[in-house]
């Protein structure tokens, strides 16, 4: 048996960075104040790197996103694997280019020539009140991207799993910190090793009803789980955990079990990923499903400021609630 | 032009392996654009047509090793490197023997042995990517160093200003080689960019930048030995800014309507591809039959090339699922 140890998220995030780059010398990180002299990150994510590994291999960067992205790609290209942060998810936004046409596209342009193995962090999440340009989940963009994986945990245990596993990974990854996910303290596994890529994590079973979900909204349907089991439904959660490639066989299969399905993101519905799995789930099962599949998702508007707007933008385990009482009908 | 005080200047040597970097350009370029027009190559080709010595002059200084990270227009940069131009053709004739096996076409050529690392379709992203090259020379203490090129519309993007910054503040061993050919697809230089002399902008990023004959030979030779002795020892990047003038306009078909008839003329009458061949033979580098068989020579692989490439296979369908990922994509 393994020792367990309380972490939270950054904690999590910031063990697995130790533990990759004391066993592997080609892990670099870099980004904007992330070396001990600015803080060690303006969360503390990278703290006590720099002063550990050296400021050649824990840089701190001029606040430029193109450069930063670029500065990887050259490094994993050859040989390296950078881990890059991109502080906020929105701040991805003025580095797309380095993002999708370069890291995504080099592997398949260059017929296998060269690949990208590096690892954007990025930070995001509505509720902190950061409104319309520090708080969006943009992972359906990446997801609608070739060639890059996107990867948005939940638990600590995951989060350091995950990120072992997307610093080995050959291929670019983008690793999505939900700040709703932060400040919940769970066990890790002293000895927590690598946790493979596109697999989800049924957190429930039940036999009613599958909830779809990851990164904060998980924690959120964790939340409205016990008023969901009390209005009589049986649910079963699944924490998607990577959102692509997804684990449509773990979905599937609960779905071909439960016959319906609720997907639920923080991000915007309206051609959100929750799209793509109910629109897959209907192809693969249509005769099966005891009702339509049932999706929730933010309204298609800027994150707001307002406090009270902010809490209706978010999906809220009551909205879950409500959603599941619909769908048993 | 920036005067360099105790310039290295090119010998004979140097010369006429300079000259045969520029032919191999202007041979292979003139058999592309006749099997485009034969149409047996469907691509666009962005022709490089007077601009062969800021890139044969580069490369001399540079070995296997050494990197690349070039454009659109950059089938230049990669022939004067010496890359194998069977790949190449197969590569634009779009044949699984083709160095990207067909899938990335001539804007995106990659050769990692001889040095070719990433050609961009995307204007001014060359220069991020090297830095990142750049930082794994120094991390693996190499002595390796990076070329960027690019054109002088380029450095009106944020991308340039980043890059510059960053390989200054991280002291890289990058030479940022811009081609200044005096216009942006269609735009005129003075009309698009602030600063009468692109090298101003180094400044800025407190590297040596200078403005060079890139027409000229020796000017580029003295240039690039200081910028590569620099990245080399570690002092970091240079920024070149070298002057020239594309023949052929922007991309084939391009009909040159907004440039004059007059400053093409004067250009092309300074050819320096035949100019340098004439040095060559008046100063004794070089007979007419050395150079006349240099020609053969080139001629011949160019064509060997061409059938290679031409008679490749079509890539399988297959290939949509590879490459997207290590692991293929299943069926
Ligand atoms: C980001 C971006 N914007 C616009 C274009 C379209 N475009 C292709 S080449 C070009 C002109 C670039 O001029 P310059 O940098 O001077 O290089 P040159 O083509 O003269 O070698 C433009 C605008 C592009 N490929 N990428």
Redesign the pocket.
Known sequence: MSEMEKMHAIQAINSALHQAMAEDDKVLVLGEDIADKEGGGVTGTTAGLSTKFGTDRVKSTPISEQAIMGAAIGAAMAGYKPVAEIMMMNFTTVAM?MIVNHAAKLRFMSGGQTNVPLVIRTMTGAGWQTAGQHSDFLEGWFAHTAGIKVVCPAFPADYKGLMLSAIQDPDPVIFVEGGGTFFIPNDVPSDQGPIPLGKANVVQEGTDLTIVTWSAQTVRAMMAAPAIAEAGISAEIIDLRTVSPWDKETVLASVEKTGRLLVAHEAVRNFGPGAEIAATVNEELFGKLKGPVRRLGGPTCAVPFAKNLETAFIVQPDDMVAAAKELMG | MTELSNAPKPDGEALKDIYRRMLRIERNEDEILSTIRKGRLTMPY?S?RG?EVIPATVSHFLNDEDQICT???GVQDMVAKDMPLKPLWAEIAGRVEGTCKGKGGGMHITHPETGVMVTT?????SMPIANGLAWAAKLDGSDRVVVAY????????GAFHEALNMASVWKLPVIFVC???L???H?R?EDATSVDQISKRAIGYGMPGFTVDGNNPDDMYAHMAAAVERARSGEGPTLLECMTF?FRG??LGDDDKYMTKEEKEAAMAADPLPALRQRLVDDGIATEEELASLQESLEQEVADARDFGLAGELPSEDELRRDVFAEEIPA
């Open positions: 280019d | 962005y490089a601009q454009i659109y227009r379709g995307i204007v001014g992203s690019f054109g002088d519309g380029a450095s009106n993007i081609a200044n050919n216009f942006a697809e735009t230089y594309r922007h991309v």
